[in-house]
């Protein structure tokens, strides 16, 4: 197995963003470790992409770590992010010279331990990943800001103080400790303080949550109001990572939504060709449900004072304007709905610059991550061209569409399905309330005419006497008695 010094350039594998370039930090810069991770490395910046820090163990996880060569194939994209970070890797002249040889030994470990892995029945040779096992690592490592903000002093509630152990290992805060920091994230998103969104968030670190939690106290949407402002870029990935590690408790039907709409993302890629930032092309290290986190130095904290932090050299394009807004880039859910909305098969098309104020309207008043999922789905719809008229139109506003029922959302076919659901349905319970009757065709109604009837028996009269028959018809109801 390869051994990392402070220092190296490695390449370091994202489940879900593929290989990117880092190097590998000391104990002085990296200060306290998490427990059971060796190896601490720093992203190189892209463009867009700011630096970031990442932790690893290097034991268990050897396949997701080798020596950093520029001739390697890891090196060959597309992406303008990725090209820019190993640009920065190649020229960072503070770092140790590249270890040619020891890349070649740690890519021959990485290929015996998949061959390994795949000998104990992965096709190919492939290694297999438990699902369960990926989700406990990546909450396992602790994706946190490289800042000198003192996460025991940062509150004043206490709540972490109360918080619970569960058995993966993951805090659990009571639910007014829960309601408390909902409060104080939507509190600071609407004065746009960067420092107290900072904090507020750095206490969810390792915390998790449940669905009665996350409906009861609102924590997931104060979470992800963060990613709805621009002033508050520098926070995304780590909002985005909370939000991912509890995407795991939503619902089936959400959970099946999302699915749908990345198949549609999908498709709609490969008839329009991928363009840099894709989903099938990464665009920066920042993954679905791990995100490395950018440093952001507190005012007057040594990095700052000092003229620099540790990293400034690494060549981060914003560490000289961490505090001030950044522009805000076009999200994906911004262009799918520019597409979704300007459909070809639209009885009335809209000029481009109508569908685009429409769009972004759109993606500044809806920031519910269910609401928009819910309304790709609807917009992708051939039958739902009366949703795309009423918003390009105007007579729906995006809050006037939240407000709309369910129910008028329903295609024809979905009718017709709930329909027949709802007759199978109360056949079903007719035909268990008529499980235990006495059923005869003996008895004509005088009603409707059918002889599908039910009766009994009582003996009213004397012993002597005959019976009398109480009837009722299964088709009208209809009841009468008889001799």
């Not at 463009?47 to 090196?75: G, M, Q, V």
């Not at 969104?197 to 009861?216: K, N, S």
């Not at 926070?235 to 509890?246: G, K």
Request: one cysteine or more; hydrophobic letters at 40%; aromatic letters at 6%.
């Amino acid at each position: 197995m390869a051994s990392y010094a402070p220092g190296d350039r490695v390449w370091v594998y994202i489940e879900g963003d593929g290989w990117w370039p880092a190097r590998v930090l000391s104990d002085e810069e990296i200060g306290a470790r998490t427990p059971g991770q060796d190896i601490a490395v720093h992203f190189y910046a892209g463009i867009d992409t700011p630096a970031s820090l990442y932790e690893l163990n290097s034991h268990s996880e050897a396949a997701h770590i080798c020596f950093f060569e520029t001739s390697s194939e890891k090196a060959v994209t597309s992406s303008a992010e990725l090209e820019a970070s190993i640009r920065h890797a190649a020229e960072d002249a503070t770092a140790n010279p590249l270890k040619s040889d020891s890349a070649i030994s740690a890519s021959a470990a990485v290929a015996a331990a998949a061959a390994t892995t795949g000998a104990g029945g992965a096709p190919g040779g492939a290694s297999t990943i438990d699902p369960t096992a990926a989700v406990t690592r990546a909450a396992a490592k602790r994706m946190r800001e490289m800042d000198d903000v003192d996460m025991a002093g940062s509150s004043g509630d206490g709540g972490a103080a109360a918080a619970t152990m569960s058995d993966a290992g993951f805090r659990h805060l009571r639910t007014d400790d829960l309601h408390r920091l909902s409060e104080k994230i939507a509190a600071a998103v609407e004065a746009h303080s960067l420092t107290k969104v900072r904090a507020a968030l750095c206490q969810l670190d390792g915390v998790d949550v449940y669905l009665t939690e996350l409906e009861e106290t609102k924590i997931g949407i104060a979470v992800g109001s963060v990613l709805s402002q621009p002033s508050l870029k520098p926070l995304w990935p780590l909002a985005r990572a909370i939000v991912s590690f509890w995407s795991r408790h939503l619902p089936a039907e959400t959970l099946a939504a999302i699915r749908t709409v990345k198949q549609q993302d999908i498709s709609a890629t490969g008839k329009s060709g991928v363009e840099p930032g894709s989903p099938n092309e990464p665009s920066s290290p920042v993954g679905a449900t791990q995100s490395p986190l950018r440093k952001a130095p507190a005012p007057g904290s040594p990095g700052v004072a000092g003229g620099g932090s540790a990293f400034d050299h690494v060549g981060s394009p914003s560490a000289a304007n961490e505090g001030t807004p950044l522009p805000p880039k076009s999200s994906s859910f911004l262009r799918h709905v520019r597409q979704r909305l300007d459909n070809p098969d639209n009885s009335v098309r809209y000029d481009d610059a109508v569908v685009e104020e429409v769009a972004r309207r759109i993606a500044a008043d809806i920031t519910d991550f269910d609401d928009r999922q819910l309304l790709l789905v609807r917009l992708g719809e051939p039958d739902m061209e009366f949703l795309r008229m009423k918003l390009l139109s105007g007579e729906w506003t995006p809050r006037k569409y939240l407000e709309q029922p369910n129910e008028i959302f329903l295609t024809e076919k979905q009718k017709s399905e709930e329909a027949q659901r709802v007759a199978n349905k109360m056949k079903a319970i007719e035909a268990a309330a008529n499980a235990g009757v006495n059923l005869t065709h003996l008895f004509k109604c005088e009603r409707c005419g059918k002889r599908d009837c039910t009766f009994y028996e009582l003996q009213i009269r004397g012993a002597d006497e005959p019976t009398t028959k109480y009837i009722t018809c299964l088709n009208c109801k209809n009841s009468w008695s008889q001799e």
